[in-house]
């Protein structure tokens, strides 16, 4: 079993909220990921971090931020949320260096904004 | 072209059935090519990774064709519990990401 935490597992906010998504993974894994997949559709990557102090953007566009200031810690930053961010938001983290970089998600934050 | 694509299907089939699918990647370089399992609004979880020679992992088995460009899954006396959406995934050369592509839906009925 994967140790990779998402909170909140379920977030429903107002337009022009600030909301913060939260995630920790206890594995050491110096990759990290944020994907976003609206229902039935595939994942798109927004952000990824290859360790500490990086952070990189995906091949979506999105008005989030992320930061890594801690190996274990990627949180995901809106600073005002709107309808159109109404997705599930994946987290992800993988091993650096290994043969087969095996990908480990967390449960995911389904985002509602009203 | 994307870089992974899938059948949609749904592939609707009875148990103990046998069910195969492929995926195309784009990127003849790619070197790691996994299967994950993603159950309806929840995370994937990884299914199996892929290796050159093929391998099966109890009723699945997975094959990977270089010439082509395709891997392909089959699962075999398929279960209730099988229905999900399989994803096709493969590396990204020279970077670390991972490239989804937008999954099978198999449907196992009684």
């Not at chain 1, 977030?11 to 976003?36: A, F, P, R």
């Not at chain 1, 938001?89 to 970089?101: F, I, K």
């Amino acid at each position: 079993e994967a140790d990779i935490y998402q909170t909140p597992r379920y977030l429903v906010i107002g337009t022009g909220k600030k909301i913060t998504l939260e995630c920790s993974q206890t594995m050491g894994h110096d990759k990290m990921y944020w994907y976003q997949q609206d229902p039935g559709m595939e994942l798109h990557l927004i952000h990824y971090s290859y360790g500490v102090n990086s952070t990189e953007k995906g091949d979506l566009s999105s008005e989030s931020t992320v930061s890594r200031i801690r190996t274990e810690h990627f949180p995901l930053t809106l600073e005002s949320a709107r309808p159109s961010h109404t997705s599930q938001y994946l987290c992800a983290s993988s091993e650096q260096g290994a043969p087969l970089p095996k990908a480990f998600f967390g449960q995911g934050t389904r985002l509602t904004v009203v | 072209r994307k870089e992974v694509e899938q059948d949609p299907g749904p592939f609707n089939v009875p148990e103990g059935a046998t069910v195969a699918f492929n995926c195309t990647y784009s990127n003849s370089a790619s070197q790691s090519f996994f299967w994950y399992r993603q159950d309806c609004r929840k995370e994937p979880k990884l299914l199996m990774s892929v290796y050159s020679s093929g391998n099966e992992d109890g009723r699945f088995t997975a094959q990977l064709n270089r010439a082509s460009q395709y891997i392909s899954l089959l699962i075999r006396d398929s279960k209730l519990s099988d229905s999900a959406t399989y994803l096709c995934v493969v590396n990204r050369p020279n970077d670390y990401k991972l490239s989804f592509g937008a999954g099978t839906t198999v449907t196992v009925r009684a």
